[in-house]
């Protein structure tokens, strides 16, 4: 596709279910990033895959939190025994070289929005 | 570790009224700048960006930024708003080490354009 995209678009879970949220990136993007946006704040960064390899997970809240990337193109973020805390909107974005220079800047999708009730 | 701070949280302008939006980060080495706008209903769009060479950067719709390395700002200008700019505007930077691939954003300056 020409944008990355992402599903579902909305999600309501109880507390203590399991989720995945999927992203579909650019089409030849390397790069794919993960962040949430919480209700009156910017995107705060989770994850960062290089390829198939999670090259910086330091975002990631604890250890409820997993996200794959298998085949180096889409990702599945997991969040499991989720918790009211966990609501918020998940972002995407892809770029197709991860190094500085022109070329690196990211491309958003649409963003999942995470309600645990 | 690194941080972007962005003062106003909401502004309201009247069309053609003259816009800035202030952005500070903390980070002393080199980094790169950026503005996303997300219309209301839309996703994170790039405005604009800076690497490197002239401070001043031109982005689209109008929209420009200059970065003053001495005071660690990357404010965004529009000379003459229109209400087609309301939107929440994130100021973001990636910073040069340890954390270099991911972006830092600001909270959001929320703009509203009145006719």
């Known amino acids: 596709g020409a944008g990355v995209s992402q599903t579902p678009s909305n999600k309501v879970t109880e507390k203590g279910k399991y989720v995945e949220l999927r992203c579909d990136p650019i089409?030849?993007?390397?790069?794919l990033y993960w962040y949430r946006q919480s209700l009156g704040q910017g995107p705060e960064f989770l994850i960062y895959f290089q390829g198939t390899g999670a090259a910086d997970d330091s975002g990631l809240p604890n250890d409820r939190f997993f996200a794959v990337r298998p085949e180096g193109s889409v990702s599945t973020l997991k969040i499991q025994r989720t918790e009211r805390g966990d609501s918020a909107v998940y972002l995407c974005a892809s770029s197709l070289i991860p190094l500085a220079g022109v070329g690196n800047e990211q491309f958003f999708g649409p963003g999942t929005r995470l309600t645990v009730l | 570790a690194q941080s972007v701070s962005q003062h106003n949280h909401h502004v309201i302008l009247s069309e053609a009224a003259s816009l800035e939006l202030g952005c500070n980060y903390s980070y002393g080495g080199t980094v790169n700048l950026f503005w996303y706008v997300q219309y209301p209903g839309q996703h994170l769009q790039l405005l604009l960006k800076y690497f490197s060479g002239d401070p001043l950067v031109k982005g689209i719709k109008g929209f420009e930024a200059e970065f003053i390395k001495s005071k660690f700002s990357f404010n965004l200008r529009k000379p003459s708003v229109q209400w087609s700019d309301t939107a929440e505007y994130f100021c973001a930077v990636r910073a040069g080490t340890g954390g270099y691939n991911k972006l830092i954003f600001g909270a959001g300056t929320r703009l509203a354009v009145h006719p």
């Open positions: 089409s030849g993007h390397t790069a």
